[in-house]
C-alpha cells in the first residue's frame, strides 16, 4: 500500500500549496481546489489504514511508521470539522503542511517487525486507548494553531499595526470559539484515553501506574487542559492568558511524544516494548 500512501502525499501537497495560495490570495476558487484535494486523499489515507490492519492483522497503531499515519489522518478530520463549523480557511495554510510532513515520515520510515508480535500481547483496551490519545492531541494541535493566531491577531490589534497577514486570518471571537470547543473535545477525549490506558496497563501488567515519563506527561497535559478549560468558562480567561495556556498544552502534548521516550519510557509512540 506504500503506493497508496504516496497518493495520499500528493493529494495533502496539492491541499497544501492551494491552502497557502488562498490564503495568500484569498480566492475561492484556490480554496475549493483544496478541500477537494484533502477529501480525496483523506478518503485514500482511510484505505490505506484499512488495508493496513487487514494485511499486518492488528490495529494500525504500533511503532512509528503507523503512529504518524494515524495521527496525520487524525489531523485532516480534525481540520476539517473545524473548515465545516467556522468555515476558517487560515487554519489549513498551517495544518496542511504539518500533515504533509508527518505524511512524508511516514512514508520513509520501515515497518516495524516487532510491532506485529507486540500487537497480539495486547488487549481490545489498546486499539481504544491510543486512538483516544492520537484523536485527543490532534484537537490539542487545533488549540495551538488557534492560540497562535490569536496572540498574533491580538499583539498587531495592540500595537495598531495591521499587516497583510492580520486582515486573512478569523476574527479574535472565532479563533476564541475554536480554541474553547477544541480544547474541550480534546479534554473529554483525553480523559477517556487515560482511563483506557489505565485498565490496559493493569490488565497487561497487573499495574495501574508504572510511573512512566509518558504517563506523567500524558497527566501534566491533562491537568493543565483541565485548567485551560475551567479558565475558559470564565470571561476574564477568554483571551491572550488563555491563547498562552493553549501553547504551552501543545508544548506538553510534544513533551509527550519527543521527550518522554528519551528519558526511558516503556512507551514508543504506539508500541509498549516491556
Not at 153 to 164: A, H, I, N
Request: net charge positive.
Amino acid at each position: 500500500m506504500r503506493s497508496l500512501l504516496l497518493a495520499v502525499l500528493a493529494a495533502y501537497l496539492i491541499a497544501a500549496i492551494h491552502s497557502i495560495l488562498a490564503f495568500v490570495n484569498k480566492r475561492r476558487s484556490l480554496q475549493r481546489v483544496a478541500e477537494w484535494s484533502m477529501a480525496v486523499g483523506f478518503v485514500l489515507h482511510t484505505a490505506v489504514l484499512i488495508d493496513d490492519w487487514a494485511v499486518d492483522g492488528h490495529y494500525p497503531l504500533f511503532g512509528l511508521r503507523e503512529t504518524l499515519s494515524f495521527l496525520s489522518w487524525a489531523l485532516v478530520g480534525s481540520y476539517a470539522l473545524v473548515l465545516y463549523h467556522y468555515r476558517a480557511q487560515a487554519v489549513g495554510a498551517l495544518a496542511m503542511p504539518v500533515i504533509c510532513i508527518l505524511t512524508s515520515a511516514a512514508l520513509l520510515i520501515s515497518p516495524d517487525p516487532s510491532a506485529s508480535a507486540a500487537a497480539f500481547s495486547t488487549t481490545w483496551l489498546f486499539p481504544i486507548h491510543t486512538t483516544l490519545l492520537v484523536f485527543a492531541y490532534a484537537a490539542f494541535f487545533i488549540v495551538f494553531m488557534a492560540s497562535v493566531m490569536y496572540l498574533i491577531q491580538e499583539r498587531e490589534l495592540k500595537v495598531k499595526t495591521f499587516s497583510g497577514f492580520f486582515h486573512r486570518l478569523p476574527a479574535l471571537r472565532t479563533m476564541n470559539e475554536i480554541s474553547t470547543h477544541a480544547a474541550a473535545v480534546g479534554l473529554t477525549l483525553l480523559t477517556l484515553g487515560l482511563v483506557a490506558g489505565v485498565f490496559w496497563s493493569w490488565s497487561l501488567h497487573g499495574k495501574m501506574w508504572r510511573n512512566d515519563p509518558k504517563e506523567i506527561f500524558a497527566v501534566l497535559t491533562w491537568l493543565l487542559y483541565f485548567v485551560l478549560a475551567m479558565f475558559r468558562s470564565t470571561a476574564n480567561w477568554r483571551g491572550r492568558r488563555a491563547a498562552w495556556l493553549g501553547v504551552l498544552g501543545f508544548v506538553l502534548v510534544l513533551c509527550t511524544f519527543l521527550i518522554a521516550p528519551l528519558l526511558g519510557s516503556y512507551h514508543v509512540f504506539g508500541l509498549a516494548l516491556k
